[in-house]
T-cell receptor, first 111, second 115 residues
Framework: GEDVEQSLFLSVREGDSSVINCTYT??????LYWYKQEPGAGLQLLTY?????DMKQDQRLTVLLNKKDKHLSLRIADTQTGDSAIYFC???????????FGSGTRLSIRP | DTGVSQDPRHKITKRGQNVTFRCDPI?????LYWYRQTLGQGPEFLTY????????KSRLLSDRFSAERPKGSFSTLEIQRTEQGDSAMYLC?????????????FGPGTRLTVT
């Protein structure tokens, strides 16, 4: 069945880069997403990548997709305290379909 | 554009009671989704509407759950005879059918606690 897996925790020093990794099982995934959830807040769509792309950069965010290994990563450059949140990797196979989410990676920032 | 709104934000109910939640999507978004999120987990899909038609339901949506979107705008999710296992955050999302149809925007959620 469809599954998205990611590590539960990541701790980085302020100013360093954060890399959050994710693997997915559905080879027909067309859209891959990163959502951010801050305490008490809803899910915020951070960025996404289409399955026919290898990389997407958006300011401090870089998404890398290895479709062969079904591996997705999110790199946050110059990590700030405001980046503390839970980051969810997710995928879907069509624009109208449900999104399948991982369990989330909690990113904490050390001073 | 005020984003997706949900009401109420919090609901505490006793086991066996019925509860109803409301979701107002982003205006002109004709797709609406309901998800459920339990502590420490990512959201899980429950059901999806395009306009007023309910096009997909998860097997997570037991007979005690019903969702409607009568006029293709707001939606309601009702849970009958609530159980403690229904305690979760219920999230609503909406998307368009246009160029950015793959972008689902989420509301703040309704946190349900069943005592």
């Amino acid at each position: 069945g469809e599954d998205v897996e990611q590590s539960l925790f990541l701790s980085v020093r302020e100013g360093d880069s954060s890399v959050i990794n994710c693997t997915y099982t559905d080879s027909s995934s067309t859209y891959l997403y990163w959502y951010k959830q801050e305490p008490g807040a809803g899910l915020q769509l951070l960025t996404y990548i289409f399955s026919n792309m290898d990389m997407k950069q958006d300011q401090r965010l870089t998404v890398l997709l290895n479709k062969k290994d079904k591996h997705l990563s999110l790199r946050i450059a110059d990590t700030q305290t405001g980046d503390s949140a839970i980051y969810f990797c997710a995928d879907s196979y069509s624009s109208a379909s449900k999104i399948i989410f991982g369990s989330g990676t909690r990113l904490s920032i050390r001073p | 554009d005020t984003g997706v709104s949900q009401d109420p934000r919090h609901k505490i109910t006793k086991r066996g009671q019925n509860v109803t939640f409301r979701c107002d999507p982003i205006s002109e978004h004709n797709r609406l989704y309901w998800y459920r999120q339990t502590l420490g987990q990512g959201p899980e899909f429950l059901t999806y509407f395009q306009n007023e038609a309910q096009l997909e339901k998860s097997r997570l949506l037991s007979d005690r759950f019903s969702a409607e979107r009568p006029k293709g705008s707001f939606s309601t999710l009702e849970i009958q005879r609530t159980e403690q296992g229904d305690s979760a955050m219920y999230l609503c999302a909406s998307s368009s059918t246009g160029q950015s149809s793959y972008e689902q925007y989420f509301g703040p959620g309704t946190r349900l606690t069943v005592t």
